[in-house]
C-alpha cells in the first residue's frame, strides 16, 4: 500500500513537472524574444536613376556590389519593377530598390501606388545633385499620405574631389559641404518645400559626413517598437553604434536567462546544459555577425577599407574572434571563465530573479547564463571596436 502511494505520487509528481506552467513560461519568453528580433521595417529608396539608390541600398546592408544577393548597380533603370532587399542577418528589415518617378512616368499619387506605399515605414530620396521637381512633388505626396521622407544628397565624394581638384590650396572641406547642403535645402525651398534637412553622404565611405546623422535620425524618429530592428540592421559605422548594439543586446540578456532557469527545472538531467548552450551559442552568433565579426562581413570590410583581412582578425582578442560559433565552443569557453561567470553576481539580473519566485538550481542556471552571455557580448563588443578602430577610425578623407 506504501510502495504504492509512493510510486504514485512520484508518477503524479513528474507529470506535473512535464505539464508545468514553466515550460509554458518558457516557451512565451522565448517566442516574445523572436519577436522582438523579427519586427518588420521597410525602408522604401526612391531618386532619378543613377543617383546610387542600388548602391545604397547594397553598402546599407553591408555588401558589396558584387555580392551575392547585391542589388544590380550602375545600370540606366528601365523597368517600373519594384524590388525588395532583405537584410542578410535580419530578413525583417527590407529595403526596398524603387524605380524612379521619372522611369515610371506616373504623377507621385500613382506612383506611391504603385509600390504599394502602405507598406513602408518611411522613404530615403536620393538625389547625386540638386533635388528635382519630381522628387519635391514625390515628398509633398509621402506627406500628404502621412509617412516621412528624408532626402539624401549621394555621391558627396564626387563632388569634394573635383573641388579640391579645382581649388588647390584654397580647398576648404567644410565649406564645400555646407554650400552643397544649403544648396540642396534652398532648392527644395523654392519648390515649396520648407524646413528640409539634406543628409550629405557617400556610398564609398558610409561612415563620413551625414550617414551617422542620418542613422541617428531615424531611430529618433521612428515608433520605439521598431529601433532595434533599424540599430541591428545598420553597419558598425562608428563607436557610439556598436555601443548602441551592446546595450540593446545586454537588455535582451535577463529574458534568456530567464528561459534557461526555467529550464533548469526539467525534469531530464542534463536537458538543461544542453539546452543552454544551443540557445547560447546561437545568440552568441547573432552577437558576432550583428558586430560585423563573422568572416563575411570582415572580408567585406577589408575590402571597402582597404585593409587586409589579415589585419582585421589580428586585432582582436577575444577566444571567440574568427571562429564559428558552437555549442563546443561557448562551452569550453565558459569553462576557461568560470571563475568569472560563476562568482560574480549579475546585478540587474539578481533584481529580475524575485519575479519568479524559484527555487535555487533555477537561480544558479539564471545567474550562470547572465553572466555567460554578458561576458560573451563584452568580448565581441570590445572586439567590433577594435576592428571599427583599425579599419575606419583613421580614415576620414575620401
Ligand atoms: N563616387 C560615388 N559613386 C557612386 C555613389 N553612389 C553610387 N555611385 C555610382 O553611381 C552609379 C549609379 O549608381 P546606382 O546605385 O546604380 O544608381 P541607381 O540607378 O539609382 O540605382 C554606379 O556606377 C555607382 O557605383 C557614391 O556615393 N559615390
Ligand atoms: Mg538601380
Not at 524603387?98 to 509600390?115: E, I, Q, R, S
Not at 570590410?301 to 564559428?324: G, W
Request: with cysteine; charged share 25%.
Amino acid at each position: 500500500y506504501d510502495e504504492y502511494n509512493i510510486k504514485a505520487g512520484y508518477v503524479a509528481r513528474i507529470e506535473k513537472l512535464q505539464n508545468n506552467d514553466t515550460v509554458a513560461a518558457a516557451a512565451k519568453i522565448q517566442s516574445y524574444l523572436e519577436e522582438q528580433n523579427n519586427v518588420p521595417l521597410n525602408i522604401g529608396i526612391t531618386g532619378e536613376s543613377g543617383s546610387g539608390k542600388s548602391t545604397f541600398v547594397n553598402v546599407i546592408r553591408g555588401l558589396n556590389s558584387k555580392d551575392d544577393g547585391a542589388a544590380p548597380t550602375g545600370c540606366v533603370e528601365t523597368t517600373m519593377e519594384v524590388k525588395s532587399y532583405p537584410h542578410p542577418n535580419y530578413p525583417n528589415v527590407i529595403f526596398w530598390d524603387l524605380p524612379g518617378v521619372g522611369t515610371t512616368n506616373f504623377p507621385a499619387d500613382k506612383y506611391l501606388k504603385h509600390v504599394g506605399f502602405e507598406r513602408f515605414d518611411f522613404f530615403i530620396i536620393i538625389s547625386a545633385d540638386r533635388f528635382r521637381e519630381n522628387d519635391v512633388k514625390l515628398a509633398l505626396e509621402i506627406k500628404r499620405m502621412q509617412k516621412k521622407f528624408y532626402f539624401v544628397r549621394s555621391k558627396i565624394d564626387h563632388n569634394l574631389r573635383d573641388e579640391r581638384d579645382d581649388q588647390g590650396s584654397e580647398f576648404n572641406e567644410k565649406q564645400t559641404l555646407d554650400r552643397i547642403r544649403t544648396n540642396c535645402i534652398q532648392g527644395l525651398q523654392t519648390q515649396g518645400l520648407e524646413d528640409t534637412n539634406v543628409f550629405l553622404v557617400s556610398n564609398r565611405k558610409l561612415h563620413l559626413f551625414d550617414f551617422p546623422l542620418l542613422q541617428q535620425t531615424l531611430e529618433r524618429e521612428l515608433p520605439a517598437h521598431k529601433r532595434d530592428a533599424l540599430l541591428f540592421a545598420m553597419p558598425n559605422i562608428n563607436l557610439e553604434i556598436i555601443q548602441k548594439k551592446k546595450e540593446a543586446f545586454q537588455a535582451q540578456i535577463k529574458y534568456f536567462a530567464s528561459v534557461s532557469a526555467l529550464i533548469a527545472s526539467a525534469p531530464v538531467p542534463g536537458v538543461s546544459v544542453a539546452a543552454d548552450a544551443a540557445m547560447m551559442a546561437t545568440t552568441v552568433a547573432q552577437y558576432q555577425v550583428t558586430f560585423g565579426l563573422d568572416d563575411e562581413s570582415l572580408q567585406t570590410l577589408a575590402l571597402t577599407a582597404h585593409v587586409s583581412f589579415d589585419d582585421l582578425k589580428a586585432v582582436m582578442t577575444s577566444p571567440l574572434a574568427a571562429q564559428k560559433i558552437t555549442k563546443e565552443l561557448i562551452i569550453k569557453v565558459i569553462s576557461f571563465s568560470v571563475s568569472e561567470v560563476a562568482l560574480m553576481a549579475a546585478e540587474e539580473g539578481a533584481r529580475f530573479i524575485p519575479i519568479f519566485g524559484i527555487p535555487a538550481a533555477m537561480s544558479m542556471s539564471f545567474i550562470c547564463t547572465y553572466r555567460a552571455l554578458s561576458m560573451f557580448l563584452d568580448m565581441l563588443a570590445d572586439d567590433a571596436q577594435r576592428v571599427f578602430r583599425r579599419a575606419l577610425g583613421l580614415d576620414t578623407s575620401v
